[in-house]
């Protein structure tokens, strides 16, 4: 599917401009909508889109200057279509001179003039692919920016929706058909002899981090993030989830990199690595398991492993914290299955394993311990707190409360009410 980015600062003419065609049958997404040209290039550089319909005259940057920038910047694409007033074709030369793939005067856009620009744009995007036109440098490190700003989200678990992961995943053309992954944390440490060079010593530390990548990625798949000057991220691709048949290798690796940056720079590099985990999505704790296993590091025992715990007790430690967030929603043993990406099956086995109890009984008693506290504090009568929490309506609710309870929730606020006034007897 083509991404596509509509630019214009009048909301009209971009509402206008998705609803003209049926964009699916073209093979095209809408990626997003800017409003003026710096918002524009902002979007170009974290959607990556593959065609652009632009006006030309914008607020802080016109359409031509986002033309000229992609073209320094990326190349041939992104493609632009322009958007035009009658009056304008002194920039309309400009456009063509871009190798803009159109011009449109906006009081004569149709369906079928804009469908037979889009058509021309997607038979130069179909040419271009076709000659395998090697990516430029400048799209290439914005490449390894985007694809380094993903795993930074990742590891600190800031993806909204499982979408929004795939998508960006898919986006950047990783591949984490691994078994395994785990994030490894590493430090540059500065160095003994005091550096009055700034520029000097940020350079050291990038020299240093720019070796350690080259040599651990020639031998293992691996990604490397950069947080800050010092700091930097490892995240390895595991070729099984057994750490035996990986871990002494990996070991081995790391102490040879650890001990070659030493020997080259006379610098100290510290390292720890987090616990192996099967879902990409939790690589958060792998990356809070390696932090923790760095503050046992030292310069004398500069690499440090992290003890393994149970994998499937993490998996179901997420699926619990998971229900608790979304008491809310509709938590069917099918849906829950398919935001963590087991087969419900699975998932009930982990579930009645590694919970104690069953997964529909583990979340009728969170909706109940729930129901408790906003029963306690008032929050609205029996019917509303039952909508609240997911349940189809107050008579089941009440009949679930009183099997979990032993007491039925009016019950349950009777009681509270006799407690009150024995509070308040005591205390006259």
């Known amino acids: 599917m083509n991404k596509l980015l509509i630019v214009d600062d009048e909301p009209l003419v971009c509402v206008g401009i998705q609803s003209m065609l049926k964009w699916e049958d073209l093979g095209i997404e809408i990626a997003g909508t800017a409003r003026n040209g710096q918002q524009a290039l902002e979007l170009i550089e974290s959607l990556g889109p593959d065609i652009v319909i632009t006006d030309i005259k914008m607020p802080l940057k016109s359409g031509l200057e986002v033309a000229e920038e992609c073209a320094r910047k990326?190349?041939?694409?992104?493609?632009?279509?322009?958007?035009?007033?009658?009056?304008?074709f002194e920039f309309v030369r400009r456009a063509l001179g871009l190798r803009a793939v159109d011009y449109l005067i906006k009081l004569e856009l149709t369906p079928e003039t804009l469908t037979a620009s889009v058509t021309r744009a997607l038979s130069m995007l179909e040419n271009i692919r076709k000659t395998?036109?090697?990516?430029?440098?400048?799209?290439?490190?914005?490449?390894?920016?985007?694809r380094e700003k993903f795993f930074l989200r990742l590891c600190n678990n800031l993806f909204e929706t499982k979408e929004q992961y795939l998508t960006q995943k898919e986006e950047l053309g990783l591949d984490f058909s691994c078994p395994a992954m785990m994030a490894v944390l590493g430090?540059?440490?500065?160095?003994?002899?005091?550096?009055?060079?700034h520029e000097k010593l940020q350079a050291?530390?990038?020299s240093c981090i720019q070796m350690v990548r080259e040599m651990l990625e020639k031998t293992f798949t691996c990604y490397t993030v950069v947080p800050d000057s010092?700091?930097?991220?490892?995240?390895?691709?595991?070729n099984d989830r057994d750490s035996a048949k990986w871990r002494k290798q990996l070991e081995e690796g790391l102490r040879k990199t650890i001990g070659i940056v030493h020997n080259y720079f006379n610098v100290h590099i510290r390292m720890a690595a987090g616990i192996p985990v099967e879902d990409p999505l939790m690589l958060e704790t792998s990356y809070l398991s390696a932090r923790r296993a760095y503050e046992e590091t030292s310069r004398e025992s500069p690499l440090r492993f992290s003890d393994t715990p149970d994998y499937k007790q993490q998996v179901i430690a997420r699926v619990e914290d998971y229900i608790r967030h979304n008491l809310d929603k509709h938590l069917s043993l099918h849906e829950v299955a398919e935001v963590f990406n087991f087969s419900p099956n699975y998932l009930s086995q982990l579930f009645s394993k590694y919970a104690g109890e069953g997964f529909v009984d583990y979340i009728s008693a969170e909706r109940i311990?729930?129901?408790?506290?906003?029963?306690?504090?008032?929050?609205?009568?029996?019917?509303?707190?039952?909508?609240?929490l997911g349940f189809e309506n107050a008579f089941y609710f009440s009949k679930?409360?009183?099997?979990?309870?032993?007491?039925?929730p009016r019950d349950f606020l009777h009681k509270l009410e006799l407690q009150k006034e024995k509070q308040g007897d005591d205390g006259e």
């Open 187 to 197: 430090e540059v440490e500065a160095p003994l002899n005091n550096y009055t060079d």
């Open 400 to 408: 679930v409360f009183k099997r979990v309870e032993g007491i039925s």
């Open 369 to 388: 311990r729930a129901a408790k506290e906003m029963l306690v504090r008032g929050e609205g009568p029996i019917y509303t707190i039952a909508e609240k």
């Open 204 to 206: 050291l530390y990038t």
């Open 74 to 88: 990326y190349g041939e694409l992104p493609l632009f279509i322009i958007l035009t007033s009658f009056e304008e």
């Open 230 to 238: 010092r700091h930097f991220i490892l995240v390895f691709c595991l």
């Open 132 to 146: 395998d036109t090697p990516i430029p440098p400048a799209r290439q490190e914005n490449i390894q920016g985007l």
